[in-house]
């Protein structure tokens, strides 16, 4: 239940592009390996009255091209339809620097922006070299945040943090060295941004991880402090399924791409049974 003195958000996905995949590619092992599994890119919106935090900025069109996305719009065009201006983005938490969640920096020159300290040293360090773990970065999106660091504009978080009340950042790890899910008291309780710690409903459902990983075992754990922080499972947010669009109700226009998280989820359709 909320908790009376703290204040509440309402919390925004905002799809900006996507992907067809197969499930072989979502998942460590996997039966039905071949079946199609599309993936969706968001990022997300969290704001009250007074507040008004940006989770993740997502790519750009060129990013799109370059590794053949379906790019909708701008993320940071997709704010509009908040009545967001770029400029008016003041706090961005980066869940990591993967080039799906940490492009457009330029974008937002009012931006401080919130870094785990082990994510700024895994994306600098000496893993970097290796193929298997760079490719989901892009190199020119780190040195932004990089210059970030020399201008001053990147708040460091060691660990588990609160930066607002009711806002808190939670190290998960596993995916990368410093992946950070993000808590949000909301009317319906906290809710859990899980980014990539869990891609879709299903790695963390049947603990079965997503093959970008830097920790197994960090990974695993994970879906545990995801749910232990969380309201109840229905609280946590995955960050790449599209289900997520087809479970929370739409904000604004139906098809403009946006759901409120800061609601309840919409009744499950009905299982279609299997008649013989
Ligand atoms: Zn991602």
Redo the contacts with the bound molecule.
């Keep these: 239940m909320p908790i009376d003195d703290l204040p509440c958000y309402e919390v925004f996905a905002v799809r900006y592009a996507w992907v067809d995949k197969q499930r072989g590619t979502n998942f460590v092992t996997c039966d039905h390996y071949d079946r199609s599994m599309p993936m969706d890119?968001f990022v997300w919106l969290i704001r009250n009255g007074e507040k008004l935090i940006l989770v993740d900025t997502g790519f750009n069109e060129a990013a799109a091209h370059q590794r053949k996305r379906n790019f909708l719009r701008s993320p940071i065009d997709g704010l509009a339809l908040l009545g967001v201006r770029p400029e008016q983005v003041t706090e961005v938490i980066l869940t990591h620097l993967?080039y799906?969640?940490a492009g457009n920096i330029d974008l937002l020159p009012n931006a401080r922006l919130h870094v785990q300290e082990k994510e700024m040293q895994y994306a600098t360090g000496k893993y970097m070299k290796y193929h298997a773990l760079c490719h989901a970065y892009t190199v020119e999106d780190v040195i932004d945040v990089l210059k970030g660091v020399y201008d001053d504009r990147v708040a460091f978080h060691d660990g588990d943090d609160t930066l607002y009340p009711g806002v808190e950042l939670l190290l998960i790890g596993g995916h990368t060295m410093g992946l950070q899910a993000v808590r949000v008291h909301t009317r319906r309780g906290w809710v859990v941004l899980a980014?990539?710690a869990s891609?879709y409903y299903e790695n963390m459902d049947q603990q079965s991880p997503f093959p970008i990983v830097f920790n197994v075992g960090d990974m695993l754990a994970g879906y545990e402090k995801l749910r232990r922080a969380a309201e109840s499972t229905a609280h946590i947010v995955p960050?790449?399924d599209p289900e997520v669009m087809k479970r929370y109700p739409a904000w604004g226009a139906q098809d403009q791409g946006i759901v409120a998280l800061h609601e309840n989820p919409l009744p499950a359709s009905p299982e279609k049974t299997h008649t013989p």
């Design positions: 890119y993967h799906d969640h980014s990539d891609h960050g790449h």
